[in-house]
């Protein structure tokens, strides 16, 4: 079965930091990019950060960059989302999400069921 | 960056009605960049709709998609009681975008 599973969110204070991790089973993930997506309670979908299945590629939000840093261990099937400086704002459910991009289509087909990140003193 | 609007923001809708979902981007979108997805309380979201109109994998043919350059529009022919959720369109060009979503509620 084709499965992405995310952990590692939490409580954290205003400045401090966080990783989160993507465990991957059921497909080759070394083919494929993946991203991460975040949803403030309440509201709509913000796309996060992206990375290539080779990392050679990495873009983030303008509202992350600078603080987010995204990488890729594809020996481990596992993707990362090292956030720092953490605001406020960043509190949301985190997914991470499998991603066609390519010439033709660009597209995020399978996702996982999201770790909460919750920022407050 | 294209700012995508969906419309309308809420559609009261009763089982066995047609649902009429529109996605407007601020600047023209490759319809093969856009998608459009379902999500449910509590759920992740889930593909619906690839390339402005191809369904995805296990997708129901009530569900299909249509449109191009600045309007797109998800259609379901016929609400099935699973079918009322938060719909979002979403485009790639220089920036993923998402829209801000529609709820469709039961009547």
């Known amino acids: 079965e084709v499965q992405l599973v995310e952990s590692g969110g939490g409580l954290v204070q205003p400045g401090g930091s966080l990783r989160l991790s993507c465990a991957a089973s059921?497909?080759?993930?070394?083919?494929?990019?993946m991203n991460w997506v975040r949803q403030a309670p309440g509201k709509g979908l913000e796309w996060v950060s992206y990375i290539s299945s080779s990392s050679s590629t990495i873009y983030y939000a303008d509202s992350v960059k600078g603080r987010f840093t995204i990488s890729r261990d594809n020996a481990k099937n596992s993707l990362y989302l090292q956030m720092n400086s953490l605001r406020d704002e960043d509190t949301a459910v985190y997914y991470c999400?499998?991603?066609?991009?390519?010439?033709?289509?660009?597209?995020?087909?399978?996702w996982g069921k999201g770790t909460t990140v919750t920022v407050s003193s | 960056e294209i700012v995508l609007t969906q419309s309308p923001g809420t559609l009261s809708l009763s089982p066995g009605e047609r649902a009429t979902l529109s996605c407007r981007a601020s600047?023209?979108?490759?319809?093969?960049?856009l998608a459009w997805y379902q999500q449910k309380p509590g759920q992740a979201p889930r593909l619906l709709i690839y390339g402005a109109s191809s369904r995805a994998t296990g997708i129901p043919d009530r569900f299909s998609g249509s449109g191009s350059g600045t309007d797109f529009t998800l259609t379901i022919s016929r609400l099935e009681p699973e079918d009322f959720a938060v719909y979002y369109c979403q485009q790639y060009g220089s920036v993923l975008t998402f829209g801000g979503g529609t709820k469709v509620e039961i009547k």
């Open positions: 059921g497909f080759t993930f070394s083919s494929y990019s």
């Open positions: 600047q023209s979108v490759s319809s093969s960049y």
């Open positions: 999400a499998r991603t066609i991009a390519g010439y033709y289509y660009y597209y995020m087909d399978v």
